[in-house]
């Protein structure tokens, strides 16, 4: 069965200092690959998605990811994070329909 | 404008006593998938449906079990709450094409007194 990892449970940043949030998979060669954001009482919304092509993905609200299969990774990143990118983040993995989520990184944005 | 809409946002019920979450989407999606997710965890799939095809993963527990009456409904019911169940639960569509991602509900919180 497959599996995602998330190793961080917890991660603090400063604002306007950059993020990357850890992300490995185990299932498959050409692994589905996607990462989602929530905040707190809410549901879950779509940074950004890998299916093929170009490693280095671009997202929403200025994050990317970059696919390393050598690795099994897909890495989130953000430059400068904002107080407001504090949230849940998961990295999730698809089969066929079914997704299959990390346990997710929670991110602490300080000033 | 709301397109997977979750009712209640909060539901409390009773040890034993049977509930019913509900789903409904306005995106005309094929598939819809109900999700688990307690605190400080990963949401956990529990069933999905692909039209009226019922797939269910096989850690869910039998009772949990789903409704799906037409494409836009579906249901989740918990025939006999234990505290354990007792988190948040999202509900998701997708279309049919692979490469189309996932649309959740704001969810429902269950509380199991």
């Known amino acids: 069965a497959q599996s995602v990892t998330q190793p961080d449970i917890h991660i603090t940043v400063s604002e306007g200092a950059s993020l990357e949030l850890r992300c490995n998979y185990s299932?498959?060669?050409?692994?589905?690959l996607f990462w989602y954001v929530q905040s707190p009482g809410q549901g879950l919304q779509l940074l950004l998605k890998y299916f093929s092509g170009d490693t280095l993905v671009q997202g929403i609200k200025g994050f990317e990811a970059e696919f390393k299969r050598s690795q099994s990774s897909f890495n989130l990143r953000k430059p400068s994070v904002h107080w407001s990118d504090a949230a849940e983040y998961f990295c999730?993995?698809?089969?066929?329909?079914?997704?299959?989520f990390g346990t997710g990184t929670s991110l602490t944005v300080i000033p | 404008d709301a397109m997977v809409i979750q009712n209640p946002r909060y539901q409390v019920t009773q040890f034993g006593k049977p509930v019913t979450l509900s789903c409904s989407q306005t995106?005309?999606?094929?598939?819809m998938y109900w999700y688990q997710q307690k605190s400080s965890q990963a949401p956990k799939l529990l069933f999905h449906y692909y039209d009226k095809d019922f797939n269910n993963e096989a850690d869910t527990p039998d009772n949990f079990q789903s409704r799906r009456p037409n494409t836009s409904f579906c249901f989740l019911d918990i025939r006999s709450p234990g505290l354990g169940d007792a988190a948040m639960y999202l509900c998701a569509t997708k279309g049919t094409a692979t490469n189309e991602k996932l649309f959740f509900g704001s969810g429902t919180q269950l509380s199991v007194l």
């Open positions: 299932y498959g060669a050409t692994p589905y």
């Open positions: 999730a993995e698809q089969t066929g329909n079914q997704f299959y």
């Open positions: 995106l005309n999606h094929n598939v």
